[in-house]
Nanobody
Framework: QVQLVESGGGSVQAGGSLRLSCAAS????????VGWFRQAPGKVRDFVAA????????YYADSVKGRFTISRDNAKNTVYLQMNNLKLEDAAVYYC?????????????????WGQGTQVTVSS
């Protein structure tokens, strides 16, 4: 089993920054792609970003390109999401997830383990 715990969420004004962390325990995710997704009230859960285990590839939703950066420290079993220039529409619950090992990094159905989420609130 893999346990994922997100942290770093909070309230910020538009234009501000937050850094989310996703810490893993149990069977680690060192050799798997890890992704971030988000879900706003009344909306489906959307892909935000993903990073391969070797850090050789990163993937971003168009809406966050140039503003968000995903990174990972496999020695610490932790993945980060640096979010800069936050916009009102970035407000959501953010989830990290470990990929199953096959399939696209963009689709939540390809992820086997999920954290409980951390709330990000953006105010004007």
């Amino acid at each position: 089993q893999v346990q994922l715990v997100e942290s770093g969420g909070g309230s910020v004004q538009a234009g501000g920054s937050l850094r989310l962390s996703c810490a893993a325990s149990g069977r680690t995710f060192s050799y798997y792609t890890v992704g971030w997704f988000r879900q706003a009230p009344g909306k489906v859960r959307d892909f935000v970003a993903a990073i391969t285990w070797s850090r050789s590839s990163t993937y971003y939703a168009d809406s966050v390109k140039g503003r968000f950066t995903i990174s990972r420290d496999n020695a610490k079993n932790t993945v980060y999401l640096q979010m800069n220039n936050l916009k009102l529409e970035d407000a959501a619950v953010y989830y990290c997830a470990r990929h199953s090992g096959s399939g696209s990094a963009y689709f939540e159905s390809q992820y086997a383990y999920w954290g409980q989420g951390t709330q990000v609130t953006v105010s004007s």
